[in-house]
């Protein structure tokens, strides 16, 4: 019995240090599960809360109207925004978003953003929305505080870039009924006219 015992012992003693590595051994040659990140990006889900933009009208006009309601809603006091008044003198050339008012200073520090989303429910005019971007590394603090340049939406064909007057004849309730679909002739001469003095004040400086 004690010799018996005394076999068992010494095989256990033998075989102890390989048991250890049973699961490396049945691991070691399994198929890599790993993603080839950053060469493939695995997609995101459509509702993935990522960088904030910030949208246009099919005009080109900003549909920030400067509430500041994003910011209030903000948990983290990630959001500062800065509303003024859009200038009608003349020709309505200083106009930046249907309405009264736009929002002249927008900044999201994403230093403190959690994601949250409370912005995007808190717009009244679907101006703030989240991308499926989600690449936001920086080695500089400075840079993940995102500015207005940086968080308006791309112009797209038919769009002009503000300011130019809204559309003749339509009120700021007509742009979120959908009436507007794209810049008009009156909309564009401004915008080229604008263009004009511009180069004539680049050329006599």
């Known amino acids: 019995m004690a010799d018996e015992q005394r076999g068992k012992g010494f095989f256990s003693d033998l075989f102890a240090p390989v048991a ?9 040659f399994r198929k890599v599960a790993t993603e080839e990140y950053p060469e493939e990006k695995r997609p995101t889900q459509p509702r993935f809360h990522g960088r904030h933009q910030l949208n246009r009208h099919p005009d080109g006009l900003e549909k ?17 925004v800065e509303g003024a008044n859009n200038d009608d003198t003349g020709d309505g050339a200083g106009r930046f978003s249907p309405g ?18 409370l912005c995007i429910e ?16 920086d080695d500089n603090r400075a ?17 002009l870039q503000p300011p130019f007057p809204m559309v003749d004849g339509l009120e700021e309730r007509d742009y979120y009924l959908g009436k507007v ?14 263009t004009r003095s511009d180069d004539d004040a680049e050329v006599t400086s």
């Open 122 to 137: 808190a717009c009244p005019t679907r101006a703030l929305t989240m991308t499926n971007e989600y690449e936001l590394a």
């Open 64 to 80: 920030c109207v400067g509430c500041e309601l994003c910011a209030w809603a903000c948990p983290a006091d990630a959001i500062l």
């Open 143 to 159: 840079d993940l505080i995102y500015t207005k340049d940086q968080l308006l939406a791309p112009l797209q064909p038919g769009m």
């Open 181 to 194: 679909t794209e810049a008009t002739d009156a909309q564009r001469e401004v915008v080229a006219g604008r």
């Open 100 to 117: 009264e008012r736009y929002g002249r200073v927008y900044q999201i520090n994403y230093l403190r953003c959690i994601f949250c989303g």
């Open 20 to 28: 250890g590595f049973g699961v490396t051994f049945s691991t070691m």
